[in-house]
């Protein structure tokens, strides 16, 4: 696009330049000097105003001259008429000179935002003084006159209103000199007037009343030097090192960042590596910041009074950011940044609550309070232009931040260089960019080395390497830790170094600001209630967000919610909701699924997975089929609500009752079709009964799903299978009732059509196998003298309950609960007696049951009665989640186990080890857990083994675990209290061990000596001191390291425990391993 549009300027130029050659070069000319001048920023004749204005008020006389006299130019009006030529050319020239004026002086009365001074006692005469100095400065800057020409013809009145502002300054006392200093536009006051005035009254404020300003006075005062500009005036540059140099501790600090925090392009740093450029006394000021911050920080380390009060209150951390792929993101567009994952301008969710944290700290406040000083820079890799022309569109994105978007303060900003964003987009090379800004944090150091920094980037570009090259040069002390966004594979990172130094330099990894803040509250770097805030403010941002693409939005819910869930862990009962994928489908709607028609029961938004019931399937198995899906596997359904047919119904007999064969929509080939294959899931006859097409192929063989009690699959050769056809008159002798035969609509159409399909697929032989020449006809009739009201039948339709009786036509109310409601019109012919009732629900199976599946031997660990879900735990580490229909018990072996010695085991008497093998009588000898002591002798058959249930630790089997099963809250830590003051447990706080593993000693209770231990899964221990063994190394569920690596403690017996690797089990001794748990749980930040 880009390319496009500089091809089109081009020829649009080279159009014109056929029309009006000279004007063209003229024009060219004039451009090449404004490209000159702008280019040398640096140089003396950019020092003064005046000068600039004078620049372009000759500028725009030339392009004038030669825009209205050239011969070729569409506009020469001066060639035919002088006098209107002459006047057009000096009202542009005046144009552009008042239009320079006005744009100057907007940008003196800017002064940014620096909060004003308090009220003074004598607030009236500090008013009223404010007012006659803006007066005072009417007069003398006339809206339409230069100030220079005004000077010259109203010399004696303007003399007279820069005396009055002088004496008013003079004479004002201490808190009325603050309030005027407040209120008035001294930027614009001091480059109206002119020297020797001038002079005077920046002596007054800078030397000689200096001691009476307040630091926001002396923040103004500075302020306005650097909007008039440093270089106006000679002595400008010893005025700010006095100021700088005559404020000292905490106050210069305040100063600092007070001058940082207005808003706007005129920053400290600016001030003092660019505006001053004497070197002896930038190295002046320098050196006494250099000297203060040496006492600050001798301060805060002995703890003196002087460190007292609010100053412990701030983190006096600096935190300094990028701007793209980090605070938002460039949507992938070059050369802003790569990240494509969310919308373009987008700002990532929860980066304003991270910042403010980092700016509070861990022992701040709660909120931010108003007035307080922000501490937040932007170190952009944008290059610097003419004075702030490429900060300004920064600078106002900024202001709009902090307004509307939460952003807690006004920042600062630290440009790029052309020469490195010239490297970049050239040649690719990010070195002299990451080079920059490490120049600029060197910089910035030196202005601000009482304070602690963090730098917060991405690793699309040099931000890393920067990063790198400042840990190594200051270390620890000045840079506590560097957060980047993953934009792109940690192994593409600029500079990639092993994941052991970014370890060592504090070089942390993240993929969303959640998982930030985890690392920074490990780090001590933010409290827990900013862990809360930076949560629920991601959450809130991103449900906020407008999003193109729902597949992004996926993506990115996903990850975002994988850190809240670990920032949940230590939340705990303060932890905020998981985000949910938005519903598309109704609960209640008929969808088509993967394994036939469903209906949508309920939808787990977290999960984004929909619960169905397969309609189909439960006229096949009586009982309600459930399937879990996700969005891409529904599609809309086409037909009505009613219809259970495996695709549209086409109707083909005037008889409502009447079976019609449908064929349900397929993906196969036409081709096939016209060729009379038939399409899948029609209903056919085979050698070995009936079934249904699954598949053709294209060795002309069908693969066919057997509906006889086998439930077999057949594979048949193509003139083995035939279509099954059903006459109407077959249907409806097996099925009819005054109700059916009707002609009506609505709802009635539901019960035909309904009905209807039920008695072809029961009548169709989905329960007897039919021979394939048989045709499908109604039972034998049975004679029934009669049956009494509510007695127990058995109908085409299921079990049902005699409601009433006209011969010859039953009505019953069926007793399924899906179908409780219906009354049903059957023939006598069609009712049998039901012989046995039905058979009652089984019980749940007991946890620790053995049972087979589908995927093999497992042991049941829990049952979820709501939708009969087990919770099956296999071999490996493995849990699956079964339906009770697909779970069977395994049947216990003839001849007794042989237990072998060291096997964990379940008794009647509780768990235990083997300790003697099956002998021949099948008697085992076990030792239990919790009578170390004590050994039993139990018979073979009556033990189960305890499978060591694996638990995973990664993210997601917790996300798994917490998506299906609704845990208990975590309990409430008791609050640990000593039984003797003068003399603590030193057991306390520590793991010990117990007749039911090792826990955490949490509290003593003073009354009884009881001893509360705390496990890892919730539960409580309340003991006496003699069952409280010693102290161990770590407890259950402890996240321990060992010679092997990172592991979980599953398991502990006689010194040794059993840690659980992510490859494996292992067996460890205690003095081999280091307890982590509270140092550094498992996260998705990688802290590198």
Known sequence: MMLLMAMFVAFLFLAFFALAPVLCASCVGILYVIGLYLSTESNAWHHAQEFENRFWTVMAFLFSTALFYIKDSPFAIGRYSTTLGCILVVAFTLGVQFLDRHVHRVQLANQGRISRPPIPTNVNMAQMKTNIISNCLEVIDRIYLPSTINLIINVEQVKEQEQKVLDILVKAEKDELNYILGHIKLALLFYKIKDANRTLICQLLCETRLTDLTINSRAIVLDALMLMRISAHEKCERWV???????????????????????TFNSMHKLVYHDIRDQTIRNAVLNHIKKEANIQRAHMQLSTKHTAGKRRQQAWRKVLSDVDDTLESSGGRWPAGMDRRYPRHAVYPGVMSFYRELDLGPNGPAKWDEGRLGNLTFLSARPHVYKDVSEKKSYAKFEKYNQIRGMHCLPSM????VSSGTAFVVKGDLEPMAVKKFENFCEYYSIYPEYKHIFIGDNGQGDVRAAEMIAEKYGPTVLEAGYFHLVQPLEATHGYKDRETYRRLNIIFFDTYVGAAIQAYRLNQISKVGLQQVTEEASATFLAMAWDQQDLREAARVMLNADIALANEILKEKSVPLLGKPQRFQVGTCMETPFGKGMLVAYNAVTGIYSVDLVEWWTRSKNVTKVYLPEESLSTAKRAINDFSLAVTKSASLNPASYVRTSMVSTMDPLLLSQGVLPLRTTVTTPFGHGIVLSYRSSETYVIQLTTKTRGVAYCQRNQVHELKVTAEQTSSAVSSPALSSSSSGRSGFVRQSIGYI????????????????MILSPPPLTIGGLTKDARVQTPFGVALVVSYQAPIYTVQLVDPALRQALVYVQESCVVPSTSPETPKAKPLSPHTMVFTMFGYGRVRSFRVKDSIYEIAFAQGVVGYMHASSVKESLRPSSPRLWKAGTRVRSPFGAGVVVVETNKKGVVSIQLHALPHAKVYVQASALTEDLEIKSSLSLLSRLRSSMWFEGKDDPQPSVPTTAAAASPNPKLGRPVQTLWGPGILTSIRATDNVHVVTFKNGMQAFLDAKHVGHVVQAAMGDIVQTPFGKGGVMGYRRNVFVVQFSYGIG????????????????STCALM
Do not use: C, N, V
């Open 241 to 263: 090192k006095h100021i700088i140099t005559r404020t000292f501790g905490d106050e210069l600090s305040i100063l600092k960042s007070t001058t940082d925090s207005k808003g």
């Open 414 to 417: 630290l440009a790029g260089s």
């Open 759 to 774: 008695a072809k697929r029961l009548t169709g032989g989905f329960m007897t196998p039919l021979s394939p020449s048989q």
């Open 1067 to 1082: 067996y460890i001794q205690g003095h081999a391993i280091e307890r982590l748990s509270e140092k550094a749980a498992p």
